[in-house]
């Protein structure tokens, strides 16, 4: 499929006598053509970077976006501006199928294309316009079947995450056969799921699978959902995960803590041998770059940090744009729904937590494999009032001063503040609260609080 676009990619070049580039419609690279001559400007930086990078930069989709190419259904001139980094025009070719735009060919004007009639304002396009038009209907053609064909293996991955456990099996074997006849798919080998939160989903638009090494589907999950139900539970079921005592009584009713507050995305990832994540790895890291990624609109994202579960005004801190989860490998399709739950729950984590980083495997949580599993509850009547907006700077010290392991010097420098600042502010903890902070089980209550209200 790649070298029928390379293909078709030359054609265009060679019909135009122009260097041309495919992408598709986030930016991606798909193919492009060779130049030719010895002009180093030619490959001016936006050009180069796209190349070697494989896609543009988000400030870079936005100055061409500006110029209309998304609305577009002729050929369109884009003049140089050097100061953007574009020192050659571009003829932009967008490539639609059936009234969808699914990528865009670039040409690269050296000079010798400024006179050409494109087709805009009613008059007839240069013969080698209308031809190159031609060739970019036929690519548009090939990535809206590649859109098609990922969308239904997408819609089977779905399913089977979804899926109740009475169900799974036929959903496994279901998506096991479609993998196969794409040819995507060997049974045996080793699979990830890489979960990225929040996903935008406003865009319904069919657009292909970026072209990425291991990506066998990808398909985006509502918050909510069964895929957040405990295993073996039915949709009934609302017990934590001891079920009785004062934890049971406040969780009940309550959606469990792995049912994200926004839309994520799952990708189905086919790995080189069990355990090596590299490629989840460069997948999870491309889908971040995505526009999608932490696009959710801010509506969508109400209630994330609501007093209710410690949120407010500085703390806990506002969560990064988006994160990427990634679970643990696995060569049976069955158990993708419980890789799925760990690869979100490490989306999450990575989310609330900064040290995680931007991307994190569910082997490397730490305490919040645990802290993930919990119901969504009200916090401890105890913690309570230390969560309040008004307290945000107390939660902060002593959050710092139990990641610290109490060490009240290590915690002063990591604040920058003074000691006997810290020592106040402890105190003030301690009465707010009623708790201990020489306490072993009442610094451990209060970390959990502190560390949950985060998710």
């Known amino acids: ?49 796209s190349i070697l990078q494989r896609r543009s930069t988000a400030a870079v989709r936005a100055w061409f976006e500006a110029f209309g190419i998304a609305r577009a259904t002729t050929a369109l001139r884009i003049p140089p501006d050097p100061a953007a980094g574009v020192f050659k025009g571009r003829i932009c070719l967008p490539v639609r199928h059936r009234g969808i735009v699914h990528g865009y060919v670039w040409l690269l004007d050296d000079g010798h294309l400024t006179d050409l009639e494109l087709g805009s304002r009613g008059a007839p396009p240069d013969p080698r316009i209308a031809q190159a038009m031609e060739t970019a209907a036929r690519i548009g053609a090939l990535l809206a079947d590649e859109a098609r064909a990922g969308s239904e293996l997408g819609d089977l991955l779905r399913e089977l995450l979804a899926s109740q456990p009475a169900g799974r099996q036929a959903a496994a074997a279901a998506l096991r056969d479609a993998l196969r006849d794409s040819l995507r798919f060997t049974p045996g080998i080793p ?75 799952a990708a ?88 995680l980083g931007p991307i994190t495997q569910w082997d490397s949580l730490g305490p919040y494999r645990m802290l993930t599993a919990l119901p969504d509850t009200s916090p401890d009547p105890a913690i309570g009032p230390l969560l309040a907006p008004a307290h945000a700077e107390l939660a902060r010290t002593a959050e710092v001063f139990l990641d610290c392991a109490g060490q009240a010097s290590r915690t002063a420098q990591a604040l920058g503040i003074h000691r006997q600042t810290l020592y106040y502010r402890l105190g003030r903890v301690e009465k707010l609260t009623g708790l201990d902070l020489d306490d072993g089980e009442h610094r451990l209550l209060l970390h959990m609080a502190l560390k949950a209200a985060r998710l």
């Open 1 to 49: 499929m790649r070298g029928d676009y390379q293909q078709l990619v030359d054609e265009i070049s060679a019909a135009l006598g122009a260097p041309a580039t495919l992408e598709d419609r986030d930016f991606g690279l798909i193919a492009f053509g060779a130049h030719e001559g010895d002009d180093d400007e030619v490959m001016d930086p936006v050009r180069t970077r």
């Open 191 to 265: 699979l990830a799921l890489v979960a990225v939160l929040p996903w935008d989903t406003s865009d319904t638009d069919v657009a292909p699978l970026p072209s990425l090494p291991g990506l066998l589907a990808a398909c985006a999950l509502p918050a909510g959902g069964p895929v957040a139900a405990a295993e073996g539970a039915d949709e009934t079921d609302t017990a934590t995960p001891h079920g009785k005592g004062p934890a049971g009584r406040a969780g009940e009713g309550a959606r469990p803590r792995s049912a994200a507050a926004a839309p994520a995305l």
């Open 268 to 355: 189905l990832v086919r790995l080189r041998s069990a355990g090596a994540l590299a490629p989840a790895h460069t997948v999870a890291e491309h889908l971040l770059r995505s526009p999608r990624a932490g696009g959710v609109p801010a509506e969508g994202r109400a209630g994330r940090g609501g007093t209710r579960n410690g949120g407010g005004a500085g703390h806990p801190p506002p969560p990064r744009p988006g994160a990427a989860g990634i679970g643990p490998s696995t060569s049976e399709l069955a158990d993708l729904p419980a890789t799925w739950r760990e690869a979100l729950d490490a989306a999450r984590a990575a989310r609330a937590e900064p040290r």
